[in-house]
């Protein structure tokens, strides 16, 4: 089982202000789908109730929350190691890839454990004026194995590269 997050990641760190995303990027969201599609996706409340259709379409969801028991088109995790466990990640059962989708205490929780396999990042070439979330250091233990670089255009407001980043497992 593959445990990866995927994020769209500003220069100085931000991933978001005031419960939204910092930049609307058509590509970017393309690619989330297409990475997520077909898969479990974990996220922690505040992301659920930031998506603006509810339940993520072709994807399992799964919410961490302590003080929601119940969502509508999705599972409810009371913290990330349960919704691992509930996802089938820990034993194989049910998905070969799980994405950790958000937010920033979420990806905190994951990054600390150790378990994160592979980080989707779009680094965004920019600083926002506000944030309130951020996305925490990609420590020295991930290498970047796939790189492209996305420029400023008609439909894109800011440059941004796909970044992969794998683990590295020591032997």
Same mark, same amino acid.
């Given at each position: 089982m593959k445990i990866s997050i995927i994020a769209a990641?500003? !220069?100085? /760190?931000? =991933?978001? %202000?005031?419960?939204?995303?910092?930049?609307?990027?058509?590509?970017? &969201?393309?690619?989330?789908?297409?990475?997520? *599609? /077909?898969?479990?996706? =974990?996220?922690?409340? !505040?992301?659920?109730?930031? &998506?603006?259709?509810?339940? &993520?379409? %072709?994807?399992?969801?799964?919410?961490?929350?302590?003080?929601?028991? *119940?969502?509508?088109?999705?599972?409810?995790c009371k913290n990330l190691a349960h919704a691992l466990v509930h996802s089938g990640a820990l034993n194989d059962e049910l998905d070969d890839e799980v994405f950790i989708i958000g /937010?920033?205490?979420?990806?905190? !929780?994951?990054?600390?454990?150790? =378990?994160v396999d592979c980080l989707y990042i779009t680094e965004i070439n920019d600083t926002p004026a506000e944030a309130d979330a951020f996305f925490p250091e990609i420590l020295d233990n991930y290498d970047v194995v796939y790189a492209t670089c996305h420029d400023k255009d008609e439909k894109h407001s800011v440059p941004f590269s796909f970044v992969t980043y794998e683990r590295i497992i020591s032997e």
């Open positions: 990641v500003a !220069k100085n /760190g931000a =991933i978001g %202000n005031k419960g939204q995303l910092l930049y609307h990027l058509p590509d970017d &969201l393309k690619f989330f789908k297409k990475k997520t *599609e /077909g898969h479990t996706v =974990i996220m922690g409340r !505040k992301t659920f109730e930031s &998506l603006p259709s509810g339940p &993520l379409k %072709n994807r399992c969801n799964i919410v961490i929350s302590t003080t929601v028991r *119940e969502i509508p088109g999705a599972d409810v /937010g920033a205490s979420v990806y905190k !929780k994951a990054m600390e454990m150790g =378990i």
